[in-house]
């Protein structure tokens, strides 16, 4: 998360599109916008060239970064896979998918049509290098390559299944890879590896171990993508760059905050992956972690990496460790949006994998004792919808109490996420009229209204703070390990059993039982929906 200075841009004017400055000439880069530095040379190695994350974001987002003029001219990308093809091959089919992504309203990556300069400039740097990523062959020829790596700098990015995590860093480590040359002009090696880091606590602190036995922590950038979004990152605008929030940002006036990342899809096609990994491990000690520890930390001193990395860590560390009774599982059944997760494919008859987990969630410090935290993700919801919810403590004194309007509708500040991109904070006023009574209104800020749309797939940021070395937004080894410590009892129930799964209708709110589980606290869920009016 670099930061530079006078980056206000407030007024639609000010706010242009990237206009792309290209040129196709190996070392001429193109313009960065101003305030912004590229990116140093290096070679960025892909393990998973022909996979799913390469063709859908990592591509979309060097081409943005591109665009934007944020890398360097010396630039190399090389593809690992297995499957012999040649390099011209792998950039047709790029090359292809990304113009069907630029093409689709849908997909985060809807540039329109592609900028053909901007996509001729990383298409030349692209190579492609055939091998299976447990064989020293695939490594040998690697090494060959990466002799001549600009600057001596590399990033290898693993965009492969977890099974692969240890058996290419162990080949990186043994082929010397990794190993970064004393002194400044050495060039630099930077391990990025995608979640899922672990499945509990116990398999985290192995792959870990692992990592650390052949790079140090400071060339470890574990990802988690929710980061790379701006409008989580604005989190930390919002709260620190405005006077208004932060004096009430603590136990004395917040009653408590919900943080809910729900969805509509259902597993669609990764049926094998999510019977091994359920909603809970997929999305709760990660990225719904993340935002919770956004929300809680502290200001940090500065904006430094470590600075932010501490703050973050105390609040995983602070979290209380969650039991059975305090989180819900569910799993989608046929309703109105389709048919039932146990008759989606790969997926078992019987199945009783969770695709709804939700949880109260409680830090133990001085800012936040008392407040709960409610988690709550699922996949099949009524709405797709990732926000934050911080609710106030009702006025000290009912002023009007006894009166129509004594039972006031609180005041609610929301960060919206995704696919909403801004902020709302619920507020009562006086109605119009000649009596006195209180109406609640909203008012919203939506990025859209105030700035150009940016061409971000949520990568871009990621990829770039990891060629500048900033490691703002990775997760640092003790921070993934707490919050694994922190569900380990719900992963691993101490009488041995397993977590109940509840049945949600697709298309709905989530199971019953998660109501009951805000109920017992006399709270409610923000409905994901919008009833009509009149119903209750
Ligand atoms: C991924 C999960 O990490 O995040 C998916 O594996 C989930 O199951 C996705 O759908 C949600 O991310 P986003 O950015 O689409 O909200």
Redesign the pocket.
């Known amino acids: 998360m670099s930061t530079t200075p006078n980056t206000q841009t407030s007024d639609h004017a000010a706010a242009q599109a990237p206009s792309c400055k290209v040129s196709a000439g190996p070392h001429d880069a193109p313009a960065s916008p101003p305030g912004k530095r590229p990116a140093p040379p290096c070679t960025l190695v892909i393990f998973g060239a022909g996979g799913d994350l390469t063709k859908r974001l990592l591509m979309p987002a060097l081409y943005n970064l591109a665009v934007d003029g944020l890398l360097d001219g010396a630039m190399k990308i090389i593809g690992v896979n297995h499957g012999e093809r040649e390099t011209a091959e792998w950039r047709e089919d790029l090359h292809k998918s990304l113009q069907q992504f630029a093409a689709d309203k849908a997909s985060t990556f809807h540039a329109g049509k592609l900028d053909d300069h901007a996509w001729d400039w990383v298409a030349q740097r692209l190579e492609y290098v055939a091998g299976e990523f447990e064989t020293d062959d695939t490594f040998t020829k690697l090494k060959e390559k990466l002799a001549r790596s600009p600057g001596g700098n590399v990033i290898f990015y693993l965009a492969v299944s977890s099974r692969f995590f240890k058996p290419i860093v162990e080949h990186l480590g043994k082929a010397g890879l990794l190993k970064e040359a004393e002194g400044e002009s050495g060039g630099f090696r930077r391990l990025v590896i995608e ?2 880091f672990g499945t509990d606590l116990a398999t985290a602190r192995d792959l870990n171990a692992h990592i650390l036995s052949y790079a140090k922590e400071e060339q470890v950038y574990r990802i ?3 980061l790379g ?1 701006d409008t989580v990152q604005s989190i930390l605008a919002v709260r620190f760059a405005n006077a208004l929030f932060e004096p009430i940002w603590r136990r004395e006036y917040i009653d408590s905050v919900q943080i809910t ?1 729900a ?1 509509t ?1 259902g ?2 096609g ?1 049926g094998k ?2 019977e091994q ?1 359920g ?1 809970f491990r ?2 709760v000690p ?2 719904l972690f993340q935002l919770l520890g956004m929300v809680a930390m502290e200001p940090p001193n500065s904006f430094d990496a470590e600075a932010v990395r501490d703050k973050k860590a105390e609040i995983f560390d602070a979290i209380k460790p969650l039991t059975p009774d305090d989180v819900v599982f569910g799993q989608y059944e046929k309703g109105p949006a389709g048919v039932g997760y146990r008759e989606e494919p790969d997926v078992a008859p019987g199945s009783t994998t969770e695709t709804y987990a939700a949880a109260r969630v409680f830090v133990e410090n001085w800012r936040w004792a008392g407040v709960p935290f409610y988690l709550r993700t699922g ?1 099949r919801l009524a709405a797709r919808r ?1 926000e934050i919810s911080v609710q106030l403590k009702p006025v000290p004194f009912r002023l009007f109490r006894d009166t129509p309007v004594d039972a006031l509708t609180p005041n609610v500040l929301t960060l919206r ?2 696919p909403a991109h801004g902020t709302s904070f619920d507020f009562n006023v006086k109605t119009p009229g000649p009596v006195m009574q209180i109406g609640a209104v909203q008012s919203s800020f939506d990025y859209a209204d105030f700035f150009a749309a940016s061409a971000n797939v ?1 990568y871009e940021t990621l990829l770039y703070d990891c060629m500048l070395g900033d490691e703002t937004l990775f997760q640092r080894a003790d921070s993934i390990e707490t919050s694994w410590c922190a569900v380990d009892d719900v992963l691993h129930p101490k009488d041995g059993g397993a977590m109940p799964v509840h049945g949600y209708a697709a298309g709905s709110e989530g199971p019953a039982e998660a109501d009951a589980l805000l109920a017992r606290d006399g709270r409610a869920w923000r409905p994901l929906q919008k009833k009509a009016a009149g119903t209750k």
């Open positions: 979640k899922p988690d993508h929710f979004k990342a969805e899809i597993v669609e990764r992956f999510y990994t909603a997929d999305m990660n990225h996949k990732t996420i995704d949520g």
